[in-house]
């Protein structure tokens, strides 16, 4: 079965999905020399290839993917006696190339081994079947491209990280601050900040100093008073709905701590620094 499925091209966002395929190819059957202008990942069903570019051959076979990366010129070609049958997905975005980064797939690393279980193929199988939707088709198709994508990133290897410890770092010092990014508002304790991104409490406030040179939770109040004067210029709100706004279900804690990292009461500063 041949199936191609072209998706309207969105405005620029975190990840556009572009198209997607199926193909039981014919014996040597090929693509290319090429360029594309997306990435561009193909996954074998069954059968077997190989792909090049950048001057490096890979044989590939059942299990195996490959990605095509924009600007690169490649060729891919089924086998003559047992010919690949592969799915296939394209996609681009602000955020693409740091997921595929995540998921251990890059310019140099293009290859990738998936055969633990049939999430992979599912993703695929269920992409293949939106062409029956009619109103939510793109949408459901961006959120299986997301858990595909998000599978990759869930099992791979982990080798991005094995000769850069500092790049490690500071990926777990980004996880903590988009956690406290979305949660500030909640109560929300350091220890969980460490159990979300899969560390020890101890561990994530050494890197935390190492990185930034202030402690997780300086940061984290740091950061709830900066949110607190931003809304202290909004006169509709008291400041008891601020303090609860940033994570602080008691007033009086939360002008305690306001007055400990800015030197001045929340009432004192709403009034001598906010727009009349």
């Known amino acids: 079965m041949d199936l191609f499925i072209p998706v309207k091209q969105l405005n620029i966002t975190d990840l556009n999905m572009y198209q997607c395929g199926e193909e039981a190819c014919a014996p040597g059957h090929s693509f290319g020399p090429a360029v594309r202008d997306h990435f561009l990942i193909h996954y074998i069903l069954k059968g077997k290839g190989f792909f090049q570019v950048g001057g490096e051959t890979y044989h590939l076979t059942q299990g195996q993917g490959f990605l095509i990366c924009p600007d690169m010129v490649t060729y891919y070609e089924a086998d003559s006696e047992n010919p690949w049958h592969y799915v296939w997905v394209g996609f681009h975005g602000l955020k693409a190339e740091a997921y595929l980064d995540e998921a251990n797939l890059t310019m140099d690393r293009p290859i990738f081994r998936y055969d633990q279980d049939d999430f992979v193929k599912d993703c695929f199988v269920q992409m293949m ?20 994508l998000s599978q990759l990133i869930e099992t791979a290897d982990g080798k991005r990280f094995s000769d850069n410890g500092e790049k490690r770092k500071e990926t777990y010092v980004k996880q903590a601050l988009a956690f406290i990014e979305k949660n500030y508002s909640r109560k929300i304790s350091i220890a969980e900040i460490a159990r979300d991104i899969g560390l020890d409490r101890s561990y994530l406030c050494a890197v935390f100093k190492q990185c930034l040179h202030v402690s997780p939770q300086h940061f984290l109040i740091n950061y709830r008073m900066t949110k607190a004067c931003e809304l202290m210029q909004n006169s509709a709100l008291s400041i008891g709905d601020i303090s609860r706004s940033v994570g602080y279900e008691d007033p009086l804690l939360f002008s305690k701590m306001f007055k400990k990292m800015r030197k001045i009461s929340p009432r004192a500063f709403r009034k001598d620094y906010t727009i009349p």
């Open 129 to 148: 079947e939106t062409k029956k939707l009619v109103k939510s088709r793109e949408m459901r198709l961006l959120g299986l491209l997301y858990l595909f």
